[in-house]
């Protein structure tokens, strides 16, 4: 079984930076996709940014060019760097894996809190 935990979420000021980790139990080494959604209060889940496990990126057309998705495969861990946040960016952000024969695991969430 599989589980996914994130780390490095909390407050921060608007235009700050902040790096939330995804550390992956178990064996992965089927899997096709991870990355990043989130949630806003009363706003549906999102996608942030994905990588594939030949290392293809994609992200939000909100977060381009602020927010960089990277993978460690040695650690099976997944990173989400956020810079120039903005109050918007306000939500519970969930590591998501997807595999390659179908099926989802997700993680248990982390609240980021950027502040104006």
């Known amino acids: 079984q599989v589980r996914l935990v994130e780390s490095g979420g909390g407050l921060v000021q608007a235009g700050g930076s902040m790096r939330l980790s995804c550390a992956a139990s178990?064996?992965?080494?089927?899997?096709?996709?991870m990355g990043w959604y989130r949630q806003a209060p009363g706003k549906q889940r999102e996608l942030v940014a994905t990588?594939?496990?030949?290392?293809?990126?994609n992200y939000a057309g909100s977060v381009k060019g602020r927010f960089t998705i990277s993978r460690d495969n040695a650690k099976d861990t997944v990173y989400l760097q956020m810079n120039s946040l903005k109050p918007e960016d306000t939500a519970v952000y969930f590591c998501?894996?997807?595999?390659?024969?179908?099926?989802?695991?997700w993680g248990q969430g982390t609240l980021v809190t950027a502040a104006s």
């Open positions: 178990g064996n992965i080494f089927s899997f096709a996709v």
């Open positions: 998501y894996l997807q595999w390659i024969l179908g099926g989802e695991v």
């Open positions: 990588i594939t496990k030949g290392g293809s990126t």
